[in-house]
């Protein structure tokens, strides 16, 4: 079992920056792929970003440039630095791992880019 903590959510200005982190805690071995998802009120779950154990990125067209997710593997923690953060950025930010191909979720961190 893999349990997610995320951090770091909150309400913002537009064009300011938000820094997400995420904890895998459990008895863990190893995770594969960590990452985030966010879903707006009303749209589906979308992926924003994705990194392999080793260092490999993807992200979502809407936010390259503008976020960055890193990993630190000794900690089993993700983090999304978020910059030039615009309305449309609003969600609920889902922490995800995928650990020997199960899928794990953590419980969503909201974050509000409003003026």
């Known amino acids: 079992q893999v349990q997610l903590v995320e951090s770091g959510g909150g309400l913002v200005q537009p064009g300011e920056s938000l820094r997400l982190s995420c904890a895998a805690s459990?008895?863990?071995?190893?995770?594969?792929?960590m990452g985030w998802y966010r879903q707006a009120p009303g749209k589906q779950r979308d992926l924003v970003a994705l990194i392999s154990s080793g260092g490999s990125t993807n992200y979502a067209d809407s936010v390259k440039g503008r976020f960055t997710i890193s990993r630190d593997n000794a900690k089993n923690t993700v983090y999304l630095q978020m910059n030039s953060l615009k309305p449309e950025d609003t969600a609920v930010y889902y922490c995800?791992?995928?650990?020997?191909?199960?899928?794990?979720w953590g419980k969503g961190t909201l974050v509000t880019v409003s003026s």
């Open positions: 995800y791992a995928d650990y020997y191909g199960m899928d794990y």
């Open positions: 459990g008895r863990i071995f190893s995770i594969n792929a």
